[in-house]
C-alpha cells in the first residue's frame, strides 16, 4: 500500500526531530526478523532508552539531510531500520548489537551518525562492543586499586618474613 505524501512529510518530520535530540544515531539492517524478535528487541532498547523505527531509505535519507551531518551516508542494502537515543551515546549500537547476537545474523549494523559526523558499519560495530559505562566504572576502578592492593599484598609478605 502506498503512503500518502502528508504522511511521507509526517514521517520525515519525526525523523528530522528525533535526530536533532539525538546524541548517537545506529543503521539497522534487518532480514527474516519474526513480529515477535522484533516486538521483543523493541522493548530491550526502550528500556535502555533507546528509539527504533522503521522507515523508507528515501525518507530516511531526507531526514538525515535536513541535520547537515558531515560526511557521506553509508550504504544501506535491504530492509532498514534506525535506532537512536538522546542518552547514553553507545546504547543504540550496543542494544542491537547483543540482540542481533541472539538472531544469528537477522540483524546488521549499516552504519550511523556519532558525534555528527557519519560512520560505517565497522565503526558502528566498534562502538557496540564497547562495555557498559557501569562496566568501565568497574573497569576504572580496578585500575585504580591495582597498585594499592600490590603493596598492601608485598608489606603482607614482608611482615610474614620477620615474624
Known amino acids: ?14 525523523l528530522a526531530e528525533a535526530f536533532t535530540d539525538a546524541s548517537a544515531i545506529v543503521f539497522v539492517g534487518f532480514t527474516k526478523l519474526t513480529v515477535a524478535d522484533a516486538s521483543k528487541m523493541r522493548a530491550q532498547l526502550k528500556d535502555a532508552g533507546v528509539r527504533y523505527f522503521v522507515a523508507k531509505k528515501t525518507l530516511l535519507r531526507l ?3 535536513e541535520q547537515g551531518y558531515e560526511g557521506e551516508v553509508p ?15 553507545t546504547a543504540p549500537a550496543h542494544g542491537v548489537y547483543e540482540y542481533g547476537k541472539k538472531l544469528k545474523g537477522a540483524l546488521k549494523l549499516l552504519g550511523g551518525v556519532f558525534e555528527g559526523v557519519f560512520i560505517d558499519a565497522e565503526k558502528a560495530l566498534a562502538i557496540a562492543t564497547i562495555p557498559p559505562m557501569p562496566v568501565l566504572r568497574g573497569m576504572f576502578l580496578n585500575v585504580i586499586n591495582s597498585p594499592i592492593q600490590g603493596l598492601v599484598v608485598a608489606l603482607d609478605q614482608i611482615s610474614k618474613k620477620k615474624q
Open 75 to 89: 550504504s544501506l542494502p535491504g530492509e532498514v531500520a534506525v535506532a537512536w537515543t538522546s542518552n547514553e551515546v
Open 1 to 14: 500500500m502506498a503512503i500518502t505524501k502528508d504522511k511521507k512529510r509526517e514521517i520525515v518530520a519525526k
Open 63 to 65: 531526514a538525515l539531510k
